[in-house]
């Protein structure tokens, strides 16, 4: 057994060491064999167990079969392959002959002709139709069908066609539910299918983006067996089971905002983990159609799709464009960028668009274009089919505003939207306990606190009539009620704003901003190439040429004075005339400042470009703007400069504006712009940074979530403050879709300022974070979806010059409108750290925005029964069988690791080392795997490692135990000294702050003992006041670094370890470290 070498007199930078950081945290195959594993019986051997060498075997002949392959990629990679990505046409099929279908008995009926007709004629009266590439319709074939509905469907639909007598066809639909049949019904429900599935297969294939199929019959309650709900064969689902089958894909999300629950499509994918299907839906506890127990929110799929089934019953009626938003952002966003499918289709209905008969609820028309916006922030490849509705004018207007979305235009700005009512916070609450088993998303709900009750309601009969009702089937309304409704839709049409600005996206850029420059510092990295790199960047994309360039000017004496005071500007204005080696001396009186005879005027120009900017957008002549400027502003204050910034652009800007969205994503807080707006009720100040628990720049409690504003502007400051570095995408569209959307919309603003930092990026040498270029391009996508897109980004910092270009470049893309990929990378789960913040945000934020209503305690234990039997679903266990088992893919819950651990345990190896105890090698035969142990006492009580983890397998597969794998190397040891010879790691000490004994941990650089994070957390105040960052615990002798946020485990720890571990054990803890891994002086 290897010796641990003497201690050494000094660990931290110098000749007294040499290491190397280790370009991986994996042990070598020496160092490997010659661990040893750690039990309190460590001279004891013990038997491999069955069901490990058993799981072992399978993973190696798995491994044979299969090629690993490790990816290695360029952070910036997906940002250089969307340089000749530009926004693709949109498709459009529907055929006029669709309108022959109709009721021959009722001619009442609501799935009428005119439904189709009222929607193509909006479409054209906007000039829309004339915009898209439009396909041509066609019929699906038998063979197509088929894969989903029985051929006795098919079959008994043929026999219809071009048969005119209306009591034999009144007679056949009376054995369906709200069904009515036609001559030419089978025809034309054949061109509905195939037409859908053609338009899904152009926007997989890359002929368009993304694309409109209106037709008719709807399609989503067609059931395997039989026609139901005006729908006959499954449009939507038959696309989907052709994007799985003949083109391969593997995540489609299908979101059914129908009124009526798509109770087929649901069937159709209820165990399928390739489809998540997600429907919004009336239910009312079962009373309301389809009457279905599977339609409540505790139907989430079955065997492997199990998870992947979204019901979001709706309780009451009246639900408004608040709640649809609460339910996005709450619930089917944060799911879809996890899942993040390759192909989104909807089935939109607009049957709970104001005025609808059957619905009864009051979404507005605009709504449903914010609501498909949003969902084209996930993937650009999305599909939008027509299901039901029913009001003519709320049909044909919520329909033609979603193809102008889809034709790139923003969203119009909607009115001012309701608080989410209380019904639909008990169902997404609902629903997220129903899922967050499922999904690492929903997670923000509070452990203790006021609970919300989760039940189950059931109010419905699914027992089925002998014969369903052909005629007076239906909900009407009165005249007054359809007076009324129709003057509240003519009231909205003439409201919003559908006005197309002069241009689309505005561009401002002076050479004059190059001026300002260190001149003592020449590499200083605030310095003119950060905005000379951007400029080369859009020029090298192509983007100016599809820019509107707006002309720089300086923003004049009054204008900075609006949030300047008159003596800071004189003293700005003196810069000009002095001296350099003055102006050197000068710097010192403030905060991370540099000062030039030239600032001055450029900081003007930055500060007027920006002005320039949101003057053309506030005027129509652009619908948005990207302004790359330099110096920044959101730290300069009203008399004082700081952090690189003389005069505050943005700021400058919101005042000359209206009610104003201040969005700061620079890394770093805008104490400045908080400063200036700190009392303003018009300006929504909304700040996401790094904080690190005051320690990061600018050093201000000012920047922790608690500062809330004060008079007018209270409640008007929000601040989301990351307490670590490495804050990646996960972390920030989590921000996004709980706090910043929800109460974004809420605010309703007229304009959207950006302070567009960029030193979160990865690879910034300030930040310390880990966003790509993408992330910032899809959070700019989603805030075109406020105010009209009206949209304005203000350059703040970013100090790598490389990833700003693409950073700035990815936005001002999304301005407009091209399509923003990113990398699949499944199972990306939000840090715990970012989740405390978010969730401190929304404890503190609640009392001023409605929209902030969903932090209450779920129940921790199952209070949730079986789901009953349904029709449909009659046995839940053995669901609709789909060809879903016939193929290869993995389930959701667990698939994905059982395949990490398989492959991990085709690397581990069962012989045992000298002293019995079994450790990893590399070299093992077979004939070690099932080698029995020789001495007979090895069987009692001692268990080896690999024993506890096989016995807990399961446990680790399904996340209840985890396995946490080390830093290798952490730049905080370079810190560390020799332990004093008196010093000792004794168990049972008191925490320095309180009378803790259990869970303590001792600081390595000043020896002090203190209690952990879940006890008091008296060791990270420690931190956070001494910046002592490297401790190692007292109970498992493992050593934490609190300002990387992880464990290490490095041979410079190791006379820490043995000095705990001699005090706790009375013994040296063995050398399990490489032979190799340091040399020691």
Not at 422 to 438: F, G, K, P
Not at 594 to 600: C, D, G, V
Not at 764 to 771: F, S
Not at 987 to 1010: F, K, P, R, S
């Amino acid at each position: 057994m290897a010796t641990p070498p003497p201690t050494q007199s000094r660990r931290s930078g110098g000749d007294s060491k040499k290491v190397t950081p280790p370009t991986s945290n994996i042990v070598t195959r020496n160092g490997a064999r010659k661990a040893k594993i750690q039990t309190r019986a460590m001279s004891a051997a013990a038997k491999p167990s069955a069901s490990l060498i058993a799981a072992k075997k399978k993973a190696q002949q798995k491994k044979k079969q299969n090629h690993f392959v490790m990816e290695i990629r360029d952070h910036f990679q997906i940002a250089m392959e969307s340089k000749t990505l530009v926004k693709g046409p949109t498709g459009f099929v529907t055929e006029p002959r669709m309108g022959e279908h109709r009721c021959l008995w009722d001619e009442n009926y609501p799935e009428c002709p005119e439904r189709l007709i009222s929607v193509i004629k909006r479409c054209q009266e906007l000039n829309l139709v004339q915009r898209c590439k439009h396909l041509e319709p066609r019929a699906a074939t038998k063979e197509e069908l088929c894969v989903l509905h029985a051929p006795s469907v098919y079959e008994m639909l043929e026999t219809t066609h071009g048969n005119d007598d209306a009591a034999y066809l009144e007679e056949l639909s009376s054995k369906f539910d709200a069904i009515y049949i036609h001559p030419s019904t089978h025809e034309l429900a054949l061109i509905s299918a195939g037409s859908t599935i053609d338009m899904v297969d152009s926007i997989v294939s890359g002929e368009v983006q993304n694309g409109a199929a209106f037709v008719r019959p709807p399609g989503h309650h067609a059931m395997h067996s039989e026609p139901c709900g005006y729908c006959f064969y499954n449009n939507v689902a038959l696309a989907a089971k052709h994007a799985l089958d003949k083109r391969g894909l593997q995540r489609i999300l299908i979101v059914d905002w129908d009124v009526h629950h798509g109770q087929a499509t649901q069937q159709m994918f209820y165990d399928d983990p390739r489809v998540v299907y997600f429907s919004i839906h009336r239910y009312e506890h079962g009373s309301f159609w389809p009457q279905l127990r599977q339609s409540d929110f505790h139907y989430v799929g079955s065997g492997a799709g199990k998870g992947y089934n979204f019901n979001v019953p709706l309780n009451k009626t009246g639900m408004k464009d608040g709640d649809y938003l609460a339910i996005w952002h709450q619930l089917l966003l944060p799911m879809a960028y996890e899942y993040q499918p390759e192909l989104i289709i909807v089935s939109a209905g607009y049957d709970a668009a104001i005025g609808c008969p059957e619905g009864e609820m009051e979404v507005s028309p605009a709504c449903y274009a914010v609501l498909l916006h949003a969902l084209q922030s996930v993937t650009s490849r999305v599909c939008v089919v027509l299901e039901g509705g029913y009001c003519l004018t709320s049909l044909a207007e919520g329909a033609a505003l979603t193809l102008r979305t889809l034709l790139g235009d923003a969203p119009p700005k909607l009115e001012p939207p309701t608080p989410p009512c209380d019904s639909i916070r008990d169902t997404i609450l609902d629903c997220i306990y129903a899922h967050r088993q499922y999904w690492s998303c929903y997670s923000y709900q509070p452990a203790r606190g006021d609970r919300h009750e989760v039940l189950v309601r059931w109010r419905g009969d699914e027992t089925r009539p002998s014969r369903f009702a052909t005629r007076d089937c239906y909900p009407t309304q009165d005249e007054p009620t359809r007076r009324a409704l129709e003057d509240r839709l003519d009231h909205l049409r003439a409201v919003t704003d559908l006005t197309s600005p002069t241009h689309a996206v505005g561009y401002v850029y002076d050479e004059a901003m190059l001026k300002h420059r260190n001149v003592v510092e020449p590499g200083h990295v605030e310095s003119p190439e950060r905005i000379m790199r951007i400029h080369e960047r859009h020029r090298d994309f192509g983007l100016l040429e599809r820019l509107h360039r707006l002309p720089g000017r300086a923003a004049s004496d009054q204008e900075i004075l609006s949030v300047h005071s008159d003596k800071y500007l004189d003293r700005l204005k003196e810069l000009a005339s002095t001296k350099l080696r003055d102006l050197n001396n000068q710097k010192e009186e403030y905060d991370s400042v540099y000062f030039h005879p030239e600032s001055l005027s450029s900081a003007a120009v930055a500060a007027g470009c920006v002005l320039q900017a949101v003057e053309a957008v506030v005027s129509g002549q652009c619908g948005a703007a990207a302004c790359v400027v330099r110096p920044p502003g959101h730290h300069a204050a009203r008399a004082a400069p700081a952090g690189f910034c003389l005069l505050n652009n943005a700021a400058l800007a919101a005042r000359a504006a209206h009610r104003v969205l201040l969005l700061d994503w620079d890394v770093h807080h805008g104490n400045g712009t908080q400063a200036l707006t700190y009392t303003d009720d018009q300006i929504l100040y909304i700040s996401i940074h790094r904080y690190d628990h005051g320690s990061f720049f600018p050093h201000s409690k000012d920047a922790d979530y608690t500062a809330v504003g004060t008079g007018r502007g209270e409640g008007y400051n929000i601040n989301i403050p990351w307490n670590k570095r490495g804050m990646g995408d996960a972390e920030y569209m989590a921000a996004f879709t709980q706090v910043v959307l929800p109460i974004a919309h809420e605010y309703n603003p007229d304009l959207v300022i950006v302070s567009a930092g960029f030193d979160a990026c990865v690879g910034d040498p300030l930040g310390g974070c880990k966003v790509t270029p993408e992330c910032y391009g899809r959070m700019t996508q989603l805030l075109r979806g406020l105010a009209g897109g009206r949209v304005v980004l203000c350059l703040e910092g970013g100090y790598n010059t490389t990833a700003i270009s693409y950073a700035m470049t990815m936005c001002t893309k999304a301005l407009l409108g091209d399509p923003i990929l990113h990398h699949y990378e499944p199972r990306t789960a939000c840090h715990w750290s970012a989740v405390e913040t978010i969730n401190n945000v929304i404890s503190t934020h609640k009392k001023y925005w409605k929209s902030l209503a969903f932090q209450l305690a779920l129940p921790s234990e199952d209070v949730l029964q079986r789901p009953a039997p349904s029709r449909g679903l009659s046995d839940l266990s053995d669901a609709l069988s789909s060809s879903y088992e016939d193929t290869k893919s993995d389930s959701k819950s667990g698939s994905q690791l059982d395949t990490s651990l398989e492959h991990n345990m085709a690397n581990l190896s069962l012989n045992k080392c000298g002293d019995g105890v079994h450790c990893g090698t590399d070299d093992e035969d077979e004939a070690g795997d099932t080698a029995s142990n020789s001495n007979p006492e090895s069987t009692g009580n001692t268990k080896s490692l690999v024993d506890y983890l096989s016995e807990n397998m399961q446990a680790l597969v399904e996340g209840e135990m985890f396995a946490v794998v080390p830093l290798g190397w952490c730049p905080h040891l370079e810190a560390l000294y020799a332990i004093p010879a008196g010093v000792r790691f004794q168990q049972g000490l008191q925490c320095v702050d309180c009378e803790h004994t259990l869970e303590n941990w001792v600081c390595l650089h000043c020896y002090i003992t203190a209690c952990a994070r879940g006890v008091n957390a008296h060791m990270q105040a420690h931190w956070a006041a001494s910046g002592h960052a490297l401790v190692l615990s007292l109970r498992d002798l493992s050593v934490w670094c609190c300002a990387c946020d992880a464990y290490v485990d490095h041979p410079l720890l190791y006379d820490a370890k043995n000095n705990a571990h001699r005090c706790k054990f009375g013994e040296d803890m063995p050398w399990c470290y490489a032979a190799d891994a340091v040399e020691m002086h």
